[in-house]
């Protein structure tokens, strides 16, 4: 079957002490266990330029050991964004910008800076992703806990209830409905924030629903952990839901209302995540998910019978290929294609354990797991890149993936632009006499 792409991952939450950048390069062997290609979300830290972010990540990323892709997250607005916007769609190959709702004081955009983005992305032809979580509401969830003396890592989840990944992503929705421009919402976890992304696409909205490996294999009783060193391996936003969020994102995923499988790989080790004793404010958010994407998938959806392997194709690969626009060069099997390509065992068992995992980092939040079907071969551009275990590549042997824009998301963009225009019935002329 063709190669995983991951759609979501943070390599440039480096600046934030992620040890993600060594998961991907050093690390190496990571997400080609079962991944051929991942996409890197490049958040540049507030002060800096996007052309400047963009020119340390394109070094770094010579290392790397798989193709791989950028989005490139906007977190401030002001000519110079739009104009390196416009510079990295035309002549960088980078088609999908992330906007955070949340993370209010850093990251966060207001609805004015998102219309902004979404108008360039829209004019770009470039995809727009949201972080969808209501930042000024969890700003006052957080006071709320601390007040009421919750500091330990159940707060997080207290502070940032499913309501307020609904009513963001809500947002988003209506107002990429308002400039009429697809978007792409990243690490859905709850049912509110699914529900709402389904009805939009039922009504004939393009937006695309994406959960992440831990939304839907996971629940929050970890948060709970008396142990606060186990509880904040788990912090991640929006927050990992209680039960049943995540096998309703599931059955979401099996009948098509989501369309695909990220990560959101963004690791800190146990001494990063420490630095939030005393104030789950200061807990780093993420989780591990690269390396056990196309296993933990598999183990849970396909093996249990939930979907066809034909779906765990379409979610784990072919359909990231049309979002980001190299489809058929990725996410199939044809001539012509890049002949990546995996050889999954459904009778063979994989464990996982941070003893044995490729990441740098010291934890894995799906210690213990067991389960059926492992990828035992990996072969990329034609290549073997993974065996037995062993990686058989080198540093530098990936590609980078230049993604045109205007991916099919926007076929019949303007013919409805024109419809919106001749139903306005307006400007009405009138005589002033
Ligand atoms: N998701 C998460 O907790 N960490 C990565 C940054 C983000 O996307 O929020
Ligand atoms: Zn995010």
Not at 68 to 77: E, R
Not at 381 to 406: C, H, Q, S, T
Request: glycine share 10%; charged share 20%.
């Amino acid at each position: 079957m063709p190669g995983g792409i991951d759609p979501h991952t943070h390599l440039a939450m480096e600046f934030m002490g992620s040890e993600t950048i060594d998961d991907f390069f050093s690390g190496q062997a990571a997400a080609l266990a079962g991944g051929t290609t991942m996409h890197i979300d490049f958040v540049i830290p507030v002060n800096g330029s996007l052309s400047a972010g963009y020119k340390a990540y394109v070094e770094k990323a010579k290392r790397s050991c798989m193709d791989y892709g950028f989005h490139m997250a906007i977190t401030k607005w002001d000519e110079t964004v739009s104009e390196d916007m416009e510079i990295m769609v035309k002549e960088k190959g980078i088609n999908s910008f992330k906007f955070f709702l949340a993370y209010k004081g850093s990251f966060m955009v207001n609805d004015e800076l998102l219309m902004e983005g979404l108008k360039k992305c829209k004019s770009l032809g470039a995809l727009a992703m949201v972080h969808a979580e209501n930042g000024d509401a969890v700003f006052e969830g957080q006071k709320r806990m601390i007040e009421l003396g919750i500091t330990g890592p159940e707060g997080h989840a207290l502070s940032r209830p499913p309501v307020l990944e609904g009513e963001a992503t809500a947002r988003a929705i209506r107002l990429a409905g308002f400039v009429n421009t697809p978007l792409y919402v990243v690490h859905v976890m709850s049912i509110d924030a699914m529900e709402e992304i389904a009805r939009a696409r039922k009504s004939g909205q393009r937006v695309i629903g994406e959960p992440v490996v831990s939304g839907l294999v996971l629940n929050d009783s970890v948060l709970w952990d008396p142990d606060f060193h186990f509880a904040a391996r788990y912090v991640m936003s929006p927050p990992i839901r209680a039960p049943g969020h995540g096998t309703a994102l599931q059955g979401a995923l099996a009948t098509g209302l989501l369309q695909l499988v990220g990560t959101d790989h963004c690791t800190f080790n146990s001494t990063q995540k420490a630095l939030g004793i005393g104030d789950f404010r200061k807990i780093p958010n993420g989780v591990n998910g690269m390396e056990e994407r196309m296993h933990l998938v598999w183990d849970t959806m396909v093996a249990s019978g939930q979907i066809s392997v034909t779906d765990y194709v379409r979610i784990t690969s072919t359909e990231c290929a049309r979002i980001f626009n190299i489809y058929p060069r990725k996410g199939a099997v044809l001539l012509g294609s890049d002949a990546d390509i995996i050889i999954l065992n459904p009778n063979s068992s994989f464990e996982i354990s941070s003893k044995s995992h490729h990441y740098r980092t010291d934890t894995n939040v799906y210690e213990g797991w067991r389960g059926k079907g492992k990828v035992e071969v990996t072969i990329a551009g034609g290549r073997i890149v993974w065996e037995n275990d062993e990686l058989k590549v080198v540093p530098g042997a990936g590609k980078y993936i230049e993604m045109p824009p205007f991916s099919y998301l926007f076929d019949g963009i303007d013919k409805e632009d024109a419809k919106y225009l001749s139903s306005l019935r307006a400007p009405v002329k009138r005589s002033t006499t």
